[in-house]
């Protein structure tokens, strides 16, 4: 086989400190929310945001983090781990399907390590040409999607002979993604029992965003009603929330944790809650959905609060990713 015709699939998450320490913590949050996707604005407005993140919030908010996270950490934070499965099992199940044309697999992350760009310098190098970014986000955000493109276009402008990449933009509404989490939740049922309410709770993002276009928040909502149809679930059943508020700008409502706080008053006591906008555990619900916020539920008067995991490296949710292989990638495959 010759090296041009060399493709790869790169899983492609948001990113996580190096370590569970304040200086690590810094580093991260310092590339993540200088990226003007993530917090907007021009001029005064991106000056102003600049000053404070670098003069209060880079000065006040890694200690406290560094000791979230440490309270997840393993020996290395979770989503990077999970990660390294999903990519470990995706490349076990192409070699299944594809034998020796099967695509390589790799990891990246938008921001910290193993670095984006510096993956796609890596590869161009060991001779790979066709490249399929899928990134870990089932829904489409400006604020996490688009930063992928973004990388993208900034390292093809450094090169010659650009790289054929292609980038999954969404699968909020896959058969294969819905099914995943229905069964997924339905087996969590299954074992631990059934409860007055499913609460689905997706990272929010600023209500402005929404309002200037971001798909988002109508991607999770359709999530939310799809995997509500394929479960057979009734309305009063559900209950879609916008979690991670960031600042003192409105996010996406219903918020989360004031959500929770109301529900026992009325009647809820009992409550399954999971986070289809992720794919992989990790700080926001491991720490936040699984620990900070079950303590709002219970102190509300709820009795009891499961958190059902991410589909990680899940068959099911390897079975996607390796039908938007085919999907997006089947020619590139076939080629080999
Ligand atoms: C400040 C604005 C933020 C926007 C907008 C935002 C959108 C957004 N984020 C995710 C997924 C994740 N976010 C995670 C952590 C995280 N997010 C923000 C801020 C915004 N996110 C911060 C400041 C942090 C770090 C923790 C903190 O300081 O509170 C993570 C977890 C990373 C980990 O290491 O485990 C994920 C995943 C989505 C899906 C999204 C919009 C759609
Ligand atoms: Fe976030
Ligand atoms: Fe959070």
């Known amino acids: 086989m ?3 015709e060399k493709t790869a699939v790169v899983l492609v998450n948001l990113g996580t400190p190096d370590k569970a320490e304040p200086g690590a913590v810094r580093r991260y949050l310092k590339e993540f929310l200088s990226d003007s996707r993530v917090v907007e604005g021009k001029g005064l407005r991106r000056l102003l945001w600049l000053s404070v993140l670098n003069g209060i919030i880079l000065n006040l908010r890694p200690k406290k983090v560094a000791k979230a996270y440490a309270s997840i950490w393993e020996d290395d934070s979770p989503m990077r781990k999970i990660l390294d499965k999903q990519v470990a099992e995706l490349h076990l ?30 590869l161009s190098e060991s001779g790979y040409k066709k490249i399929l970014l899928v990134p870990m986000y089932p829904q489409y955000s400006a604020t996490t999607t ?35 989490l229905a069964n997924h939740i339905q087996q969590f049922k299954e074992q631990n029992g059934a409860a007055d309410k499913l609460l689905l709770s997706y990272h929010g993002i600023p209500k ?9 928040p109508v991607q999770c909502h359709e999530t939310s009603k799809l995997l509500a149809a394929k479960m057979g679930l009734a309305d009063n059943e559900w209950i879609t929330t916008f979690q991670s508020r960031f600042g003192p700008a409105e996010w996406m409502q219903p918020y989360t944790d004031k959500t929770l706080e109301a529900l026992p008053e009325k009647g809820v006591k009992t409550l399954h809650i999971t986070c289809p906008a992720f794919s992989a555990d990790c700080l926001e619900t491991l720490e936040e959905i699984a620990i900070e916020n079950r303590d709002v539920f219970l102190e509300a008067g ?8 991410a589909l ?16 997006q990638a089947g020619d590139w495959v076939g080629e080999r």
């Open 146 to 180: 688009a930063p992928i493109y973004d990388q993208v276009a900034k390292y093809q402008l450094t090169q010659r002979c650009v790289l054929d990449i292609r980038i999954v933009n969404s699968y909020y509404s896959h058969p294969a993604y819905i099914s995943a």
């Open 312 to 327: 990680n490296a899940q068959a099911s949710f390897i079975d996607l990713l390796a039908a938007l292989v085919k999907e």
């Open 208 to 216: 402005e965003y929404a309002d200037k276009g971001d798909p988002y």
């Open 302 to 309: 709820g009795e009891q609060y499961d958190y059902i995991p």
């Open 93 to 122: 199940l192409l070699q299944k399907q594809y034998g020796d044309s099967a695509p390589d697999v790799f990891a990246a992350m938008t921001y910290g390590l193993p670095n984006l760009t510096a993956r796609l310098g890596k």
């Open 2 to 4: 010759s090296q041009s």
